[in-house]
């Protein structure tokens, strides 16, 4: 079956930092673009992080310059750096997992959801 597997959520400071992690099996890692969503409560859900199969990576406004998505295929693992953290940045993170739709993906209907862990930023 498939699996997404966060960790290294948890409670920071205003200013720091968390690197989430999140560990596919069950699929093809490489052939899927991956994502990081939020969502806080009374809140929408929002993309947070994209990186496609060709290593083309976005962010939303709210983010940009102070997180960063990668991924390493050989441990099956994408990472969200999270730098700078603000209290606005409290939510629950999700992975997720996209197939591409011919050369694109929209990250709109993921295929794969992994069970989000949640960032607490103080101060």
């Known amino acids: 079956s498939v699996q997404l597997v966060e960790s290294g959520g948890g409670s920071v400071q205003a200013g720091g930092s968390l690197r989430l992690s999140c560990t596919a099996s069950?699929?093809?890692?490489?052939?899927?673009?991956m994502a990081w969503f939020r969502q806080a409560p009374g809140k929408e859900r929002e993309l947070v992080a994209r990186?496609?199969?060709?290593?083309?990576?976005g962010y939303s406004d709210s983010v940009k310059g102070r997180f960063t998505i990668s991924k390493d295929n050989a441990k099956t693992t994408l990472y969200l750096q999270m730098d700078s953290l603000k209290p606005e940045d409290t939510a629950m993170y999700y992975c997720?997992?996209?197939?591409?739709?011919?050369?694109?993906?929209?990250?709109?209907?993921?295929?794969?959801w992994g069970q989000g862990t949640q960032v607490t930023v103080s101060s």
């Open positions: 997720a997992a996209d197939a591409p739709s011919g050369p694109w993906c929209f990250y709109r209907n993921i295929d794969f």
């Open positions: 069950g699929i093809t890692f490489n052939r899927y673009c």
């Open positions: 990186r496609d199969t060709k290593g083309n990576t």
